[in-house]
């Protein structure tokens, strides 16, 4: 028992250690859409259930659905994909503001954002319907500007961890955002980065890239294997076998199976398995019946291997799949039966799961991706971080939805909830300093920002979600109702201090709220010496009246623009003119629809 306490301690100091850790996530960014609904008869027309819409869901998918768990486990995140102009791009932004990612996306009005919707009755799925093609590429001006994207997001990462090279992960999933130009960009570009984490459809588009880890599922690494090419090979020791073609023929996909030795016998004594190459199919799919995968370059026929163990026959290719993809750490990912892991060095490390329904399990592999690249980022051994992407992946597979696995929960898992500081959100200045001291000792960096917060809007909010991604913890200064007055007027401010107070603590990104009351934040700032100092503006951070006193403390300061058309004069404006002229009401009925909402 002891030792299991020790081991899982350790664990969760790996888990500690990567927070604030700086990560680059770019790729093929997705919303996904659940849509519940309830059946209880058959329509007239075929034997189809009538469904009946009781809830809609809408989560970050792909590769914002791998920024969205890294930025949950602690992470730094930082997401560079084509979002289209449109209202799933609308949504996927609210997704990712509301999980802290710095959303770097570019907007491409002519391309539209891929969208997978799943029509579930029971938790059952019953459909799933995709939008979003390949076909819809970027244009030239699209490739452009996503490299200044890129570009532009790796300093800033690097600005923001004080020279530290940021974490890349790439996720190809071949919807089209990593053209040919990109790809070459990135692999020019790959000393830029500390660690590189690839989870791609088709591993054979990245040659040269050279990454720490690549994450292939099991048909997304037989399929390398077979376009590879090769001679038959027989696994010593066993039944199984790989069978690869001589030539990859121009004309259609290679061929794989995986089964019996040729010629073989199954245990029903029918003859061993031949497989069937599939022309046109483009990505890897997995049929109904949980029996057979296929995809373009690879028929993958466990029918016919009945009793094959995936996890033994991963184990026996790891070294070519290092040697084909050049990564130090290749990861084979077995759904419900975990994951097979191989370093470089031969160190193997084979995970398990719990099976779970289909629908718990969507973004999973997101979650192990991240938790697999921040802890190799952390320095992490290899068997630990193998047994932390595989534990966060199990933890986020509890109920239908897309998965995203909260650092706190990881923590839990372990039996290592958050130490609790004993310190109220919001506090006085007196304990303030003792929140900071402790913060200091444990090596945390301290963010600070200050202001009215007279109505609090949206603006506010992602204002504050961006300040906290700069630090382990955010403390915010509220000017005293006096204060407030000798700022904005003798009509301010419109809530009390204590109501302002209150509403700042209640925020999940808000970590602790203190109250003063002179004009100027000075004597707190004299006080915090913070790490980060932030104000909302869009001015340059040298036009900041606090800048000198905190650059001469140690600080750094960084100025983030609050959301357009959103300020607490302009809402107070509203509401008064409104209130004096309520036949204005008919006249603006989405300002109408929103009064009476809220």
């Known amino acids: 028992m002891a030792g299991a306490a020790a081991e899982q301690r350790r664990l969760a100091t790996v888990v500690e250690s990567w927070l604030g850790r700086p990560v680059l996530i770019v790729g093929d960014a997705m919303l996904d859409e659940w849509r519940f609904a309830e059946s209880d008869r058959l329509c007239r027309e075929a034997p189809a259930p009538v469904l009946t819409l009781r809830r809609r869901i809408s989560a970050a998918g792909g590769a914002a659905n791998t920024a969205v768990n890294v930025a949950t486990l602690g992470g730094r995140a930082v997401l560079v994909a084509p979002v289209g102009a449109d209202v799933a791009g609308d949504e996927l932004h609210d997704c990712l503001d509301r999980a802290g990612v710095w959303d770097r996306t570019v907007n491409h009005p002519g391309r539209p954002t891929p969208v997978k919707r799943r029509m579930l009755a029971g938790n059952q799925i019953l459909l799933r319907e995709d939008s979003g093609d390949p076909d819809d590429a970027l244009d030239p001006d699209g490739v452009t500007r996503l490299l200044t994207a890129l570009d532009c997001a790796t300093e800033e990462l690097r600005a923001a961890a004080d020279g530290e090279a940021p974490t890349l992960v790439v996720c190809d999933y071949g919807l089209g955002a990593l053209p040919a130009p990109v790809r070459a960009w990135l692999v020019e570009n790959r000393e830029r980065y500390a660690t590189v984490a690839l989870d791609a459809h088709d591993l054979a588009d990245w040659r040269g890239l050279a990454p720490t880890v690549v994450t292939p599922s099991f048909a997304e690494a037989t399929r390398l294997l077979a376009r590879a090419g090769g001679a038959t090979r027989t696994t010593a020791g066993t039944d199984l076998h790989l069978e690869h073609p001589d030539i990859d ?4 996909p290679s061929e794989l199976s995986v089964g019996a030795a040729p010629g073989g016998a199954r245990v029903d004594d029918r003859p061993g398995p031949v497989g069937e190459p599939t022309p046109g199919e483009s990505r890897v799919a997995l049929t109904g019946d949980g029996l057979s995968v296929t995809g373009t370059g690879v028929t993958v026929n466990t029918e016919a291997g009945a009793g094959v163990d995936r996890a033994v026959l991963a184990e026996s290719r790891l070294a070519e799949l290092h040697a084909h993809t050049g990564a130090d750490v290749v990861a084979v990912t077995l759904d419900t039966d975990g994951a097979v892991v191989g370093g470089a060095d031969g160190e193997r490390r084979r995970s398990h799961s719990t099976p779970v329904p289909a629908s718990h399990a969507v973004g999973a592999g997101d979650a192990y991706l991240a938790a697999m690249t921040l802890a190799l980022a952390a320095a992490a051994p290899l068997p630990t971080a193998a047994q932390l992407a595989q534990l966060a992946a199990t933890i986020t597979v509890s109920d239908t939805g897309t998965c995203v696995c909260l650092r706190d929960d990881l923590l839990a898992a372990l039996d290592m909830p ?12 007196d304990e303030l300093d003792a929140i900071v001291a402790e913060h200091r000792e444990a090596g945390r960096s301290v963010v600070f920002t200050n202001g009215c917060f007279d109505v609090l809007h949206p603006g506010h909010v992602r204002y504050l979600e961006q300040a906290r991604a700069l630090g382990d913890l955010l403390i915010v200064a509220v000017n005293s109702d006096g204060s407030v007055r000798r700022l904005k007027g003798p009509d301010r401010p419109v809530n009390p201090v204590e109501d ?12 602790h709220v203190v109250v003063f009351e002179e004009d100027s934040p000075a004597a707190l700032i004299e006080a915090v010496r913070p790490d980060v100092y932030v104000k909302g503006g869009d001015y340059p951070p040298e036009l900041v009246p606090e800048a000198p006193l905190v650059r001469r403390l140690g600080g750094q300061v960084r100025t983030l623009g609050y959301v357009a058309d959103r300020s607490t004069s302009a809402i107070i404006e509203r509401i008064r003119s409104h209130g004096q002229d309520p036949s204005s009401y008919a006249s603006d009925p989405s300002l109408s629809t929103r009064t009476q909402s809220s």
């Open 418 to 429: 958050p130490e609790a500081s004993g310190h109220p959100a919001v506090v006085g200045t």
């Open 249 to 252: 023929p121009a004309d259609g």
């Open 500 to 511: 302002r107070g209150a509403l700042l603590a209640a925020l999940s990104c808000v970590d």
